[in-house]
């Protein structure tokens, strides 16, 4: 059975930080391009970052960039974002996903009608930054 299942969510006071891991079962997860997604309360679903099958590109929101580390782990089929300086705009449901096919990270963490098109999603986890 396929699946991706998000933990590390919680509440976390502002300038915290939270990794966030996204489990992967029912498929090889080092042969897909990995991404993490954010919707906030009252606003649209968007791409925070991906990283490509091979893990050699990376693609940040400007407004993550610097704080926001992605990554994974293939042997142990476990993605994570590293969440740092976190502040109350990233307050939001978090969301891991993978796509399959050979897109370029970029289009795929940027262009909604690729992202929604994602092969597998997770169910979500919330994070909400607050004091």
């Known amino acids: 059975q396929v699946q991706l299942v998000e933990s590390g969510g919680g509440l976390v006071q502002p300038g915290g930080s939270l990794r966030l891991s996204c489990a992967a079962s029912g498929f090889t997860l080092d042969e897909y391009t990995i991404g993490w997604f954010r919707q906030a309360p009252g606003k649209e679903r968007e791409g925070v970052s991906c990283l490509s099958s091979d893990d050699e590109t990376t693609w940040y929101a400007d407004s993550v960039k610097g704080r926001f580390t992605i990554s994974r782990d293939n042997a142990k089929k476990t993605m994570y974002l590293q969440m740092n300086s976190l502040k109350p705009e990233d307050t939001a449901v978090y969301y891991c996903?993978?796509?399959?096919?050979?897109?370029?990270?970029?289009?795929?963490?940027?262009?909604?009608?690729?992202?929604?098109?994602?092969?597998?999603w997770g169910k979500g986890a919330l994070v909400t930054v607050s004091s």
């Open positions: 996903a993978v796509e399959g096919d050979a897109l370029q990270v970029q289009p795929v963490c940027v262009i909604p009608s690729i992202y929604d098109g994602m092969h597998y």
